[in-house]
């Protein structure tokens, strides 16, 4: 298992690409947010529901069905060119445009067709004879036999003539007319030309809209948004919400949530202490903020200090060593949750280094991430009483904790405490966890009481999540 937990580590030790990753997710994250907000996917979704609704789809097939022919438009133009073609409108129509029927309408209101009709009603009835009233007998006979007078009873009796009649006395010329102006008209026309048009769907409206869901789907941001939404990876950034964040911006170190000394040390006489078990005292000066790095320095040099004792209190004394912490026991404090940092360190022969938990009481504990001597790195629970302690604790190998800065983190619910680094688990435990709000603290101090030791914690950053 230790052998397999090795391999895991060293695949998942490249610390720049791991949070490159998480930065990219998060950097994601937040333009996927931003783009489900915004007016262009509301609109964008609109337009799909319409372009895939069954009223899109038959309004498509209705315009792309239409056709001029047997349209009601052809079938006007059909009738048109039938009458038009008709034997009765073409006799009609070489009858109006000839010469007959002007010469047949002079004949008409003439005075020799006056006086013929009455010669003729007189010799109808025997009152003309040829022997009675020769003079006018003759008159009869000369119109009678005169070409004008033959060619205009031809044509009175004629079929064409007949035809002509029927023709201008019908409403055929007026329906003629009627056609005529509503296929010349700009309506007509524009309906014939728009069935008559294989593209017409293209030039519509909804194809228009088509067009543009098509271009949005293929554009950049949209597809990027889809994709984002398929792949569905942010339950892990949906999961947790940021409560407290420090990324030791600008050059000093933020009194606002921070802390440089032991917690009680700071509420009970405003100044820093050692534990009896520890060679150094931790001092403000040994912290340095530069390039966004936090700096725990750990040094071989002679300060005074206090160390507190149970018996007698705060004793004042000597030290050989100085070394830094920072607590945010009186600015932050959280149960249950994701507490991370991001932490590199040196020399973890001489000098542990620490990130860890701690509520207002020495219990309960827990190392986040604790170096040792022995090269290995222990995460560790400590929960119960002092006089009966519960420790559960692990000794993780398998990378060389000072050549990178690796994220160390935990995750604490109220039924499990899991430990990571670089998103790898190293330790779970499901006994005896806390339930009470702890603060964090990160440190730095002298084990090897021996050395000349010159150590530094860098840290990054440091996060910490609740449950969304």
């Known amino acids: 298992m230790a052998l397999f937990l090795a391999s895991k580590l060293r695949k998942a030790a490249n610390t720049s690409l791991l949070e490159e990753k998480k930065n990219k997710l998060l ?67 070489s009858v109006a445009e000839g010469s007959e029927i002007s010469k047949f309408e002079k004949m008409k209101e003439s005075d020799e067709l006056v006086k013929y009709m009455e010669l003729q009603a007189d010799v109808n009835s025997g009152k003309l004879t040829k022997k009675g009233d020769h003079e006018n007998w003759l008159l009869y006979k000369k119109l009678k036999d005169s070409s004008e007078m033959r060619a205009f009873f031809k044509f009175k009796h004629s079929k064409k003539h007949k035809i002509y009649l029927e023709v201008s006395e019908s409403n055929l010329l007026q329906e003629i007319e009627a056609l005529k102006t509503e296929l010349a008209s700009e309506e007509f026309i524009s309906e014939k030309n728009y069935l008559l048009d294989k593209k017409r769907f293209e030039k519509s409206e909804a ?37 407290f964040s420090e990324d030791f911006e600008g050059t000093e170190l933020d009194k606002e949530k921070w802390i440089t000394r032991y917690y009680w040390g700071d509420v009970l006489m405003n100044d820093a202490y050692a534990l009896p078990h520890e060679g150094h005292i931790y001092t403000e000066k040994n912290i340095t903020i530069a390039n966004s790095i936090a700096r725990l ?26 070394s830094a912490l920072i607590s945010t026991g009186k600015s932050f404090r959280q149960k249950y949750g994701l507490f991370e940092a991001k932490i590199k360190v040196s020399d973890i022969k001489n000098v542990m280094h620490a990130f860890w938990m701690l509520s207002d009481r020495n219990l309960p504990h827990i190392d986040i991430a604790r170096t040792s001597s022995c090269g290995k790195l222990i995460p560790a629970h400590i929960n119960g009483s002092e006089e009966k302690p519960f420790v559960s604790q692990s000794k993780v190998n398998g990378l060389d904790w000072t050549n990178d800065f690796f994220i160390y983190s935990l995750e604490w619910t109220p039924n499990k405490l899991v430990w ?17 709000p702890m603060y964090l603290i990160l440190s730095s101090g002298v084990s090897n009481l021996n050395s000349n030791v010159n150590a530094v914690m860098e840290i990054d950053w440091v996060k910490c999540y609740e449950k969304a």
């Open 297 to 322: 320095e750990t040094r071989k040099e002679k300060a005074q200090g206090k160390v507190w004792d149970a018996k007698f209190g705060f004793i004042p004394t000597e030290f050989d060593y100085t």
């Open 207 to 243: 194809f228009n809209r088509l067009i543009t869901y098509k271009e949005l789907s293929e554009a950049e941001s949209f597809k990027k948004y889809f994709k984002l939404k398929k792949k569905n990876d942010f339950d892990q950034i949906k999961e947790w919400k940021l409560t």
């Open 420 to 436: 990571k680094i670089n998103d790898v688990v190293v330790k779970t435990e499901t006994e005896n966890i806390p339930q009470e």
């Open 27 to 93: 950097n994601d994250h937040q333009e996927f947010i931003a783009f489900e907000q915004s007016e262009d996917l509301q609109n964008f979704i609109e337009l799909e529901k319409v372009v895939n609704s069954e009223d899109f789809k038959q309004n498509r097939k209705q315009i792309e069905a239409k056709t001029y022919k047997g349209s009601e438009l052809e079938r006007k133009e059909k009738k048109l060119q039938k009458i038009l073609n008709s034997k009765p409108y073409k006799v009609y129509l």
